[in-house]
DNA sequence: ATCGTTGATCTGAGATCGCAGATTGCAGTT
DNA sequence: AACTGCAATCTGCGATCTCAGATCAACGAT
């Protein structure tokens, strides 16, 4: 350990990004499923993700490892890990921690947002705006995330916005197999509105019934796209 | 797939425990973290965990990359993994989420909670009893760990419970560090029996704010007993 | 005595090899 | 035609080897 003293100014030390290779590959895949790439229940194996990716098998296996202890992957009894297919009680469980907790950091986002953060959400807005009227679903679930992350990353608890990642996570791949249609999309921008309103008036409470209510409404269209819970447990998919 | 149309009974199928040894040895870390086995800011390397346990380095190494991966263990700068060393922000970010999670997990249990349950927890709570009457801190603790995770599990969300799981696995250390004295014992108790009075009329609301009040008023504690933030950000321990 | 250098040794990370279990598909038999 | 059995192939998991970076201790020059 030296005498660091004080970093001297305009010398940014470590910059050089050095980022481990099975950090990348999580970090894509993770993207990847938070986006829609994989369909519930796909199988990833290692080795073809591997030849996919131009990596080896290990930083992969690693990768992979890890989403299963997130609980976006699952072991099933032939051992090959496949993308977790959420059941409507495993959503309705989700949906009501993200009430709680998503709740929660928009209504302390609400109490610690300056003005530049303000704006910041606002121009997000727009952008979300923008998509939804373009009508691409990809272009729109992406704008949605950045904004609601943004929201949430203001609250300043960076444990918490990790948590609410993980949430997006696993609902990632549902929520891409039922593509939001325009009338989702200008219902939900209503509440986009009435968050903005809140947000101006740094009304924590209005700001946590309106995530609350953007959640819910959205959550009604995918749980109706999910697959019932199964009766006969019996699969089929890829 | 076979047709399998239906077990048979009295034949229990694969019940034959084929456990995955890097899932013994992340079990093993776990519950040895949780636990206070380890003190914040220690160095856990994979190569002298394996030679402790007796196995290779491989496993371990995949159980600390979990570990990482749940914020429990830190990268340091020279690429080292050692236990996360809860800043007091940090410690009241993760209080103010259990707040909301074990509230809600406990509001939950207590609408769900049949007779057998509350038998179940009335035993633990007076096991739990027993404990801080004997003064042993080890017992204790894992007396009130199991108490509190019986009562999260009768919500019958288990991705709420391994939520709690990984936020008590992240204050694990700070705990062990700062030993419960009789009186923390003792006043934590009233909570206790509020809550099993609450319980027993079915109210949720004050299971929540009993629950609440046990963590809050155990956390004031610890808090008190952790490194105060980093001025100057030094390491020095181990 | 102090500073700088160097070499031994620790670390995580990646690559590669091998193993056991499971699945699949192609025979070969009845 | 239907079932059985075997071999090829896929899977995850573990062990081992190697490498680059970091730490630390001993050493040597000033």
Same mark, same amino acid.
């Given at each position: 350990m030296q005498d660091v003293s004080e970093p001297h100014p305009g010398l940014n030390g470590g910059n050089l990004q050095r980022e481990s290779l099975q950090q990348q590959v999580f970090d894509n895949l993770r993207s990847a499923i938070m986006s829609g790439v994989f369909r519930p229940g796909e199988v990833l194996s290692s080795r073809g993700l591997a030849q996919q990716l131009g990596v080896s098998a290990m930083p992969v296996r690693e990768a992979l490892t890890r989403l299963t202890t997130e609980g976006v992957l699952q072991n099933t009894p032939s051992r090959t890990l496949r993308l977790r297919v959420l059941s409507p009680s495993d959503f309705d469980e989700i949906t009501a921690i993200r009430f709680e907790i998503e709740g929660m950091a928009a209504e302390r986002a609400c109490g610690a947002m300056t003005t530049a953060d303000l704006a910041e959400i606002r121009a997000l807005n727009d952008a979300l705006t923008a998509a939804a009227s373009s009508g691409d679903a990809d272009h729109y679930l992406k704008a949605n995330a950045d904004y609601h992350a943004a929201i949430y990353r203001v609250s300043g608890w960076p444990l918490l916005v990790g948590m609410i990642e993980r949430l997006w996570l696993m609902v990632g791949p549902s929520i891409r197999m039922s593509v939001p249609d325009r009338a989702h999309m200008a219902t939900s921008q209503e509440f986009h509105d009435q968050i903005m309103t809140a947000l101006d008036a740094r009304d924590g409470k209005t700001v946590r019934a309106a995530i609350v209510d953007d959640i819910s409404t959205a959550a009604r269209d995918i749980r109706a796209s999910l697959a019932p819970? $199964? $009766?006969?447990p019996q699969m089929k998919e890829e």
């Open positions: 819970e $199964a $009766a006969h």
